[in-house]
């Protein structure tokens, strides 16, 4: 089951235009939507989780309009927003019984079953009876997985998963992510790359409404291969730096910048070849150079 978009569209009030003609095809998976924080991501996620309505275009999962057929496409999503709030006197056993029922599993054996399992395959077994208010960041954000687990769902949607986590959280919870995507679309919506690099096997890259670029993670870094070049210099020579050469990333180390520059060819003496990864093809695409695809507005590596 595929989920098809095409050229959806989406401004707000103020002006802001959020989409700009977004199309994409997402098959069965782990799905990574990466970019900043305002370029479209979370427009895009609360239109496919029918919370919004698009100004044009269409989504269709298999055979369910997403944009009119909205009761039948709530019945098989599962989605985990940005920010989101449980009870803090509830515990997660009672919390996930009731989202059980909400969502039409009203028998108490099979419901019983249904909710073990979660608590189970989200690590929250062993503090089910707790109140949700002791709970971690982490803690939260599984459970708010096993609420969208609910009901074998055909598409699942997560916005910004990973955000206030401290690293081991982070590493459990994408653990589960991975877990999950296997038989579903999910779609990971995020600006941190290392996320996406870790999970995906396709992702898309947003900006401003529109998408720069679409691809498997591996091609996409690939493509960059032989064109990143790294060198060492003075902050204060930096300005100098990003004048003559197309810098695409800098990092401080030890008081002094390692920039990543793009080129087709060595940019001079000083540089030295480095092996390219997501964190260059995501600075790359924003700056404008991707391979040969540098001068699309929307480069597509199969």
Not at 34 to 61: C, F, V, Y
Not at 265 to 281: L, R, T, W
Request: net charge neutral.
């Amino acid at each position: 089951m595929h989920l098809v978009i095409r050229d959806l569209s989406k401004t707000y009030p103020n002006g802001t235009q959020a989409l700009k003609g977004v199309s994409l095809d997402i098959p069965p998976g782990m799905f990574g939507l990466l970019g900043r924080n305002g370029a479209g991501k979370s427009t895009l996620m609360r239109i496919l989780a029918t919370l919004q309505e698009p100004d044009a275009g269409t989504a269709t999962l298999g055979g369910i309009d997403v944009i009119r057929e909205k009761d039948r496409l709530r019945e098989t999503l599962g989605y985990l927003p940005q920010t989101f709030g449980f009870h803090p006197r509830v515990s997660a056993e009672r919390l996930l019984e009731h989202f059980a029922v909400l969502k039409g599993l009203v028998d108490a054996g099979p419901r019983r079953d249904v909710v073990d399992a979660l608590l189970r395959r989200t690590n929250l077994w062993e503090v089910r009876r707790q109140r949700v208010g002791t709970f971690s960041g982490g803690m939260r954000q599984r459970l708010g997985v096993a609420v969208a687990l609910l009901g074998n769902p055909k598409l699942i949607i997560v916005d910004e998963p990973t955000a206030g986590l401290d690293p081991e959280e982070r590493v459990r919870f994408l653990n589960l992510l991975g877990e999950i995507g296997e038989d579903s679309v999910v779609i990971l919506s995020t600006h941190i790359v290392e996320d996406v690099e870790e999970l995906c096997s396709r992702l898309a890259i947003i900006d401003r409404g529109q998408i720069l670029l679409e691809a498997q993670p591996a091609r996409a870094i690939d493509a960059l291969r032989g064109r990143i070049w790294r060198r060492t210099v003075d902050r204060d020579a930096l300005p100098a730096l990003e004048r003559e050469h197309a810098v695409v990333s800098t990092k401080l180390m030890a008081g002094r910048t390692i920039a990543h520059v793009y080129a087709e060819s060595s940019p001079g003496a000083a540089f030295e070849p480095v092996e390219p990864d997501m964190k260059d093809v995501y600075f790359s695409v924003m700056a404008g150079h991707h391979g040969r695809d540098a001068a699309a507005p929307r480069a597509e590596v199969a």
